[in-house]
């Protein structure tokens, strides 16, 4: 099993923001074309992007920008922002282990710990990196 591929799509499309000349613009169909997608996903991200307060969407073929410098941007603010993980969780343990078996029943209590440590580690990693940093890695320019 996979996390969703929506963070890494949505990386991509404030990446090309950021990369952009501010009047350029970017609507979700130009978007979907770098991602190679259906504007319709671009579009639901970018409505989560909206509400999370990182990007700005103008309707009727306005095109999308970036509220903020990219350098502000962290990942971790765009894996929250794409919820993509299900109850804030990375890692889940299967719902109904046999509570007769011995490890069914103590599996969960002996996982938690270290997926919590786990989760933390990702999350602190995802924060300690900029959107600027990813279009640097891009070797693109960031439009100020």
């Known amino acids: 099993m996979q996390i ?28 979907a074309g770098s991602v190679n997608t259906n504007p319709v996903v ?5 409505g989560q992007l909206k509400k999370a307060g990182l ?3 103008r309707a009727a073929a306005g095109g999308t920008f970036l509220r903020g410098e990219p350098a502000s941007i ?10 993509v993980v299900a109850e804030g969780k990375l890692f889940s343990v299967h719902a109904s282990p046999n509570p007769r078996c011995a490890v069914g029943r103590n ?12 989760q933390t580690a990702l999350e602190r990693e995802l924060a300690r990196v900029t959107l600027a940093q990813v279009v640097t890695d891009l070797a693109l320019p960031v439009v100020a």
């Open 55 to 57: 990007v700005e969407v």
């Open 42 to 46: 671009i579009r639901r991200i970018l």
């Open 74 to 83: 962290s990942l971790l603010d765009v894996y929250r922002a794409v919820e």
């Open 107 to 118: 599996i969960q209590a002996a996982l938690d710990a270290t997926l919590v440590r786990a």
């Open 4 to 31: 969703s591929s929506r963070f890494s799509v949505a990386v991509h499309v404030l990446s090309l923001l950021a990369s952009q000349d501010p009047a350029a613009l970017l609507t979700s169909d130009r978007l």
